[in-house]
């Protein structure tokens, strides 16, 4: 009784703090793109102002950490109680979206969208164990890392300073160009 009090008190923490990162991660993205989109195109006019190549030209790599724990019985079990729940032919349903999300995030190994959606849908999702709480506590540390990693991008910065600070940035980024082009 005790240990499951600890679990579910420490499940409700947790889901708290890992819906609050989702919602913070989502309104950055959005911002990200309206930074990224202003930064591209302010050092694209300087590029092609001095003739240099694009440093946009090579696609970054996502570097996705994909822990996946689908082999997990645990995590399979979670999943397969809410896919049961809410896949489209049992509830009679030809809406495909909340069971979409739901296989993303089984392929993502996110247990925490996986109990948010069977929360939202009121589904039962039975017991929680340790197991689902340590996977719980990294998806909310990829969620911060991915939070983090937002804001320390240089488009991110370059958006929320000066016009005289942009400028700087951006006369270090072609000085970087035209070094890398010798």
Not at 54 to 66: E, V
Not at 99 to 113: C, R
Not at 131 to 157: P, T, Y
Request: with cysteine; proline share 2%; hydrophobic share 35%.
């Amino acid at each position: 009784m005790v240990i499951n009090n600890y679990i579910n008190n420490s499940y409700n923490k947790l889901r708290f703090n890992w819906k609050n990162c989702s919602k913070e991660l989502h309104e950055l993205k959005k911002i990200e793109k309206i930074a990224f989109k202003s930064f591209h195109d302010e050092l694209m006019k300087e590029v092609d102002k001095l003739g240099l190549e694009s440093p946009f030209s090579a696609k970054p790599k996502k570097h996705k950490n994909k822990d996946l724990i689908i082999n997990e019985d645990e995590f399979k079990k979670a999943f397969r109680d809410v896919a049961k729940q809410c896949h489209p032919d049992a509830t009679k349903s030809d809406s495909y979206e909340v069971f979409n999300k739901l296989i993303e995030a089984k392929d993502s190994g996110d247990l925490a969208t996986i109990i948010d959606i069977g929360k939202k849908e009121s589904f039962d999702i039975d017991e929680l164990t340790i197991f689902h709480l340590d996977i719980l506590e990294k998806n909310l540390k990829d969620l911060e890392a991915e939070i983090n990693e937002i804001r320390s991008s240089i488009h991110w910065l370059w958006y929320h300073e000066t016009n005289k600070n942009r400028n700087l940035i951006i006369s270090n980024i072609i000085n970087q160009i035209k070094k890398s082009k010798k």
